[in-house]
């Protein structure tokens, strides 16, 4: 395989997809050399299948609003690969959303899963659909007519969704009561789900957390304690306040969030108290970052994401893709900057990627750092085939031993002679072997 010219017909087949062709960039790029030790993948036209998803399901999503209007949305579903396991990712409400911004996700959830150690294949779905200024009940009939059309193509061996962007535990509740309804079975179809239907505890801390488990790992490496580092994290979503959170318990100073209007500033570190009233705003009363700010009598940035605005040692991006550019990356350096963690799904561009591995700092891609959500869900599944519920230290236990479990692989995969640990090349290439072989085994499918 020369990833060149693979790469050069996968440009030309899907010119309009610019996020799909960033990551499946970035993989093959980084994978080449261990493909290519393999001459059976290339003879079975390995790279192809691996990149190009299994089926993607595409449908009009009509809803009617609080004011008896009747609206239309696009629904989707990626089903990348379910070499290992059943298909397995996240569902994404956003205004985004497009067939490129999910085709990238569901192709990082693949390896991403399969860096988990879990058995769970790659997926993600969504639609442009924004719960931003909706009512409960117009989130809800809305998440009724798009499990109408969704509830064909999952199961819980078939394919399992779970939370992303705008899609938290009122979502994924509203989704499960209507698969229940349409299929007549209480299976674990989806997780994320609440605690008393089947939900895992631990599982809506898990990416947070995880995130800052395996930044431990990434630190210990060096020697460096996390205790009084100044972390910059953007986003104010599920993943940052986790995030935000466990950085704090560890005495570590989170001096930025975000959200997609602007950030806030905290030059001294967010202390527990503005936490628990970040937090209320947030989940509670669904807030902006604005009126944490005005009512903290913080610094507020509108329009500007945390980078350039603050010195950190440690940048933890857990908003959205291509939120770090190559400018960004440079004042991150600039400032002393020596590890960046990434929560959320690729928010680094290749420029910045490129940036940070010069540099030789620590570096994490999200499909090694934020893992944990989707660990912490393959834990629900086997807790929902169980019908038992584990206790939050169980889970917690669990979810810490699997994140030094990536740590690990992305060490032996990513190690280069003068010691620098490249966790991009570590990631892809440790989460790509276990799929491509799997799929070697089983046949042209
Ligand atoms: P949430 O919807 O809970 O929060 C998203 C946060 O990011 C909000 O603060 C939101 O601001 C901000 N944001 C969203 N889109 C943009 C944008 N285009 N520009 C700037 N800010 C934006 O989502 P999550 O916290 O669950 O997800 C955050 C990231 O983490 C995503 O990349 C997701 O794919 C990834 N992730 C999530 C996992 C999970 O378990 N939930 C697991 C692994 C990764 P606003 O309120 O203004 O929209
Ligand atoms: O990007 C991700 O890993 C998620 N949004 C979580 C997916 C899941 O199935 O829990």
Redesign the pocket.
Known sequence: MKAVEFLADLRRRFPNEPEYLQAVEEVVNSIEEEYNKYPAFENLNLIERLCIPDQIYTFRVSWVDDKGRVRTNMGYRVQHNNAIGPYKG?I?F?S?VNISILKF?AFEQTFKNSLTTLAMGGAKGGSDFSP?GKSDMEVMRFCQAFVTELYRHIGADTDVP???????GREVAYMFGWYKKMTREFTGAFT?KGLNFGGSLVRPE??GYGNVYFLLNMLATRGIDIAGKRVAV???????LYTADKLISLGAKVVSL????GSVIIPDGLTREQFDKVFEL?TAYRG??SQFAEDENLTYLPGQ?PWKNVKCDIAMP????N?IDGSDAEALLDGGCFAVSE???M?STPEAVAKFINARILYAP?KAA?????SV?GLEMAQNAQKLSWTAEEVDTKLRSIMNDIHTQCVKYGSEDDGYVNYVKGANVAGFLKVAKAMHAQGIV
């Open positions: 996240g994404r956003h985004s996700l931003r779970a939370g992303d962007i705008g899609v938290g994320g898990a990416t953007s986003g104010s979503g599920n993943v940052a975000s959200d997609s209007s947030k902006r970052i994401r857990s908003a959205t893709q939120e929560g959320a799904n928010p999200g934020n893992a944990g959500g989707v869900s």
